[in-house]
């Protein structure tokens, strides 16, 4: 694990790993994932700090997300414009804060930006129609996906404007033991 | 919270979340980590860790779990925890009972004859040679050379040479000592599984935000693992609303419906308790029926046989009849299968009790020690001269054939239903052909099995070891035809339940199995032909007897033990301990209600300190 890598200057590295939950050895692999992905696009070296993007289709066609139903909503959050564009600097954010070392604040937060389809910083029954249909694919009949959002928010909303808040959502993730293990993508 | 500026988005991020103060949660996984490793709870987790690299099936396990669902997980786990037990077991009562025989005594020689016996000759040995079938048929049952074997309670002397070491204290030692440690193990379980439980399911009041916001696995990589757990999603919400349309239907019950539903339920129950009743008479007619003994070999096989044969089929039969019945008793789904694993909890154990009823009746006469047969003896010593080791012979037939009947179950079920699947087609193939594991049944047949062991343990010193090899084959077994003839299961098996629910059962065989030993060892005369307590008024007496050889102040202090001055403060003391921790318990209760009030209060005052904010920067604005 010498100092012989080119892609990166050490003030760089020294930066990415202060910045996300990764090491050094992970990083610089999770680089090469980013490059793979469109050899073209990525260039080998780093030090200049270039300004390149992947393209959404493409990250959403890596084998960890391909089959998540949420990877449009974890590629828009994540990505600086809201677009699904990521740079190396989104990419490896989002990994960091999937990973396991990440806390349960920082993936509660994430989780609630990903809930929130119109980014207004409430997650209303609107959005949790969106995610429960995306959970169950259509399969359940529109009567019982609005129930069950409505039980959601009678569950959650501690404040009681019809809508789940950040603090709401944080408090009812603070009873689900699981959420950990759950809100993990290994790569 | 603030919105994280682009250029420094991640130190923001890290920053507004209050990460940097907070120490890192430990690692998964046991890669070094320059940045990570600074704290010493760290090293620690790691070195916790260690030891279950130990642990066997690790592996395997995750690789159920992952494919069949926790429940099929958490059957394989407990199997794994039950190999433990028995392997400590064996090497307990092997260690205090077969080993000393072997190192110091004598091998006893076959039992004396000739010589005028008071209580009735007792001649397990064959004459002469043995045919195959014969030697074959001993072997099933447990006689011949089998009975007169360090396998049986009748085989070990009362006195090895030496004199120093007390077998019979020895063997009642190894008894107690494993049964102890069996209790202590399984309540460390039941209470790890109990706090997990407690823990994560605080009620029914989170079960939908769960599901839908931490249920679904990130992790998940494929389109089959996914599917299904769309599918098992699905199916978890539909129960789950089903329940609550099935709740608003039975409010809505007119008289005469409930006056209707409950004669239905009561005419079900008598249904039930009729066939169970049948059940237990053919398995005690089955039993008491063994006294004719006929000539031919197979026959004797089957006579021999007859109370395993009755007990595997009705444990077999009766239990998707009662499924059926359930569900004619309009209980919401969860009632139901509640209500189906009681019954079959019932069946199973109920069928050992009437089984080892029938033994007693036999052995002591029906309990009336004047009767003629038992009026010399104490003891039925014309037909049953050595009466514990019959019972282990008992207990040993009910598992070999446990384990004969777990053998051909994927060769003469499961095997063809496969077969027929890919052959048939259509519909019916495709109902014959999926078979799902289904793991409440699975954990009752392992409970049925090591509360075998449990009675038979004592009369039988090396059934504990034969278990283990017993129930390392099944773990093959089912592994194999898990993976072979078993779909993943279609609908979730709360695994909470599964580590409350199932060492809770485990714990009422170990209790249930406890009175037939207990009773064996204090109140019926001990056989005066065989075994280590032969000549003793009861089997404990042999221990009053040893304590009367230690020194004095032992001794003293032992017989204290069993006085009433020691037992009443022992008692009250308990007691005391007893009701303080329920009012603690009681106490913790109230405070977490209040403190959870206190969080709903401080975010409604939040949302009415922002609504004052707006409202009064609004007036100073048009100021």
Redesign the interface.
Known sequence: MGNKQTVFTPEQLEAY?????F?RKEILRLFYRFQDLAPQLVPLDYNSNPDVKVPYEVISSM??L?????RERIAQVFS?DGDGNMTL?DFL?MFSV?S??A?R??KA?Y?FKI?DFNNDDYICPLD?EM??NK???G??TPE?VG??CE??IN??D????GKLS????Q???L????????????I | ?PQPT?QN???Q??LE???AN?N??P???F?P????LKNRQEAWARLAGAPKILVPWRTTLTRIGGQYGAGTESYFTLLRFLLGLNILGALFQGALTLLPLLLLGPIPGPPSQGVHQPCGPYDPLPQGLVDYPTLLINLLSGEGHLEWSPLFYGFYPAQLSGGTFRLPVAYLLSTFVSGLLCLLLILHRSVSGLKQTL??E?GA??????R????????????GP?ELR?RA??YE??VE?EE?SERKRAEARTRAQWAGLWATRILLNLLVLAMLGAAFYGIYWARAGLLLRPLLPLRTLLVAYLPSIFISAANLLLPPVFGLITGLEGYPRSRQLQLLLLRTVFLRLASLVVLLASLWNEITCGGKPEAEACATCGYNSAERPCWETRVGQEMYKLLLFDLLTALAIPLLVQFPRKLLGTVCCGRLGRLLGTMEFQVPEEVLGLVYGQTLVWIGAFYCPLLAGLNAIKFLIIFYLKRFSLFFFCSPASRTFRASAANFFFPLVLLLGLAISAVPVLYGIFVIPPSKLCGPFRGQVTIWAAVPHAIQGLPRTARDFLFFLGTLSFAVPLMLVSSVLMVYTLTLASSYGRQVSKLKGH??ME??S??LLAQRIVALSGEERDL
């Open positions: 790993q202060d910045c996300t939950f090491t084998p960890e391909k089959d998540n139903p949420f600086q600097d954010d999937m396991e070392m806390p604040d920082l937060y989780a809930y949790l995610t429960v959970l169950t694919r399969e359940l019982e129930l069950v039980k959601v569950e959650a501690v404040d009681n404007d950040l603090d709401d959502f408090n009812m993730i009873h689900a033991p699981d959420f950990l293990s759950t809100f993990h993508i290994r | 919270n682009p988005r991640q130190t991020t890290f979340t209050g990460w907070q890192p949660p690692r998964l996984n890669q980590s320059p940045q990570n823990l994560s605080s009041l989170t079960s939908y935000s769960h839908i916001f931490s249920a679904w696995d990130f992790g998940l990589r494929g389109a996914v769309r999603l699905r919400l539909q609303l609550a969080i709903k975010s409604k939040k949302v």
